[in-house]
T-cell receptor
């Protein structure tokens, strides 16, 4: 079945690195996404990774994908207070050409000044 | 680029009234839009898929007569909550699919609409 699991909470000190983990179940997922949601707002696409990649780096963000274990992680370097938000991992269970997303429950990141 | 807007951003209405929420893709055309519902401290629940020029596809358990969706143009989809009741109070978020965007067919999300039914 389709299921995306994330830990619910993460707390880090400003300047440290944050690592948010996600596991998914559908091996046919073509793309895996990370979205950020600030309080009272919609979702902002942060980054994505194609399923045939192991790693992708985009400025302070590093995405690691272990396809064998169906494990995805998002590392935020030099975490700032503005990074405090809920982070959603999402997969495309329908495979290539599918628009639909299955979301995890979200990880609330709290950054301590 | 790839900006999606929603209107209104929040609305309070009386029980029994209908409320219309608009979702617009501002700088791209979207043949497909999605409507989600999000309860406090929970993930997004897909309600329906809105396709331009055709009927929406509703997820199991979502009443299509209560949540009317109209995707009349390539940049606009509307969700009408008919005869709203307090249990319909929620945060409604739409997304629009940018064909050929980063990640191919990526969903870009609107800012959400907070509906409170008294």
């Amino acid at each position: 079945g389709e299921d995306v699991e994330q830990s619910l909470f993460l707390s880090v000190r400003e300047g440290d690195s944050s690592v948010i983990n996600c596991t998914y179940t559908d091996s046919s997922s073509t793309y895996l996404y990370w979205y950020k949601q600030e309080p009272g707002a919609g979702l902002q696409l942060l980054t994505y990774i194609f399923s045939n990649m192991d790693m992708k780096q985009d400025q302070r963000l590093t995405v690691l994908l272990n396809k064998k274990d169906k494990h995805l992680s998002l590392r935020i370097a030099d975490t700032q207070t503005g990074d405090s938000a809920i982070y959603f991992c999402a997969e495309t269970p329908g495979g290539a050409g599918s628009y639909q997303l299955t979301f995890g429950k979200g990880t609330k990141l709290s950054v301590i000044p | 680029g790839a900006v999606v807007s929603q209107h209104p951003s929040w609305v309070i209405c009386k029980s029994g009234t209908s409320v219309k929420i608009e979702c617009r893709s501002l700088d791209f055309q979207a043949t497909t839009m999605f409507w989600y519902r999000q309860f406090p401290k929970q993930s997004l629940m897909l309600m329906a898929t809105s396709n331009e020029g055709s009927k929406a596809t509703y997820e199991q358990g979502v009443e299509k007569d209560k949540f009317l969706i109209n995707h009349a143009s390539l940049t606009l989809s509307t969700l009408t909550v008919t005869s709203a009741h307090p249990e319909d109070s929620s945060f409604y978020i739409c997304s629009a699919v940018l064909a050929g965007g980063p990640g191919t067919d990526t969903q870009y999300f609107g800012p959400g609409t907070r509906l409170t039914v008294l």
